[in-house]
């Protein structure tokens, strides 16, 4: 079955780097996608490939079936759901998404 | 562009009534997915629909019904609304036209009692 795996919850301090894990079993799946969820607010897309990438203070790294998403400078704004997805082969579009992953920061 | 706009954004519903919740995009992207949050279970896809007229089932499917007449709109309907749809719904599209990424709506919160 396609699946997409997080843990359920990642705990940091400000000013660390915190990285959040995932893997996949999803079929002729080859691309991540890292999305930062706000309740009450769209989910938004922080960093995206099939290769090592950074956006800002965001981080992905890349493996064949596994992506970590790493958090520079950890803040206690950046306490939030973070949610992991896989693309599978087909052209609709369709992500597969993990559970999310819930950052807590402690000050 | 407003982007992905939904509405409304919280509703509350009682057992076996129905409703329609409404999405609409401006990015003219032909691809749109509803997809329900439930705590600690992620997104699961609903529905998704690849252009306007053609409409396909997703991962949880049941008691949900939708249709696509326009590129803009892809409303979800729930007929007899039950406890087990008490979740927060999502919109998405996604363009092909190398954004290759998929852009959220806000969400509607809804709450079947």
């Known amino acids: 079955k396609d699946q997409v795996f997080q843990p359920s919850t990642v705990a940091s301090s400000e000013g660390a780097v915190v990285e959040i894990f995932c893997n996949h079993s999803v079929s002729n799946a080859y691309n991540f996608f890292w999305y930062l969820h706000f309740p009450g607010c769209a989910p938004r897309l922080l960093v995206k490939?099939?290769?090592?990438?950074q956006q800002g203070r965001y981080n992905m790294t890349y493996e064949r079936f596994s992506s970590s998403l790493l958090i520079l400078q950890v803040r206690e704004a950046d306490a939030a759901v973070y949610y992991c997805?896989?693309?599978?082969?087909?052209?609709?579009?369709?992500?597969?998404f993990g559970q999310g992953t819930t950052l807590q920061v402690k000050p | 562009n407003a982007g992905v706009t939904q509405t409304p954004k919280f509703r509350i519903l009682k057992i076996g009534q129905s409703m329609t919740l409404q999405c609409t995009q401006d990015?003219?992207?032909?691809?749109m997915y509803w997809y329900r949050q439930d705590p600690g279970m992620g997104l699961k896809l609903i529905y998704y629909?690849?252009?306007?007229?053609?409409?396909d089932k997703g991962e949880v499917p049941n008691g949900y019904n939708v249709s696509r007449s326009t590129t803009e709109d892809f409303p979800l309907r729930l007929e007899l609304a039950a406890p087990s749809q008490t979740s927060v719904y999502f919109c998405a599209t996604w363009g092909t036209s190398g954004d290759n990424e998929q852009f959220f709506g806000p969400g509607t919160r809804l709450t079947v009692l």
């Open positions: 490939g099939s290769k090592p990438s």
């Open positions: 990015m003219n992207h032909n691809y």
């Open positions: 629909s690849v252009g306007a007229g053609i409409t």
């Open positions: 997805a896989c693309k599978g082969s087909s052209n609709t579009g369709k992500l597969i």
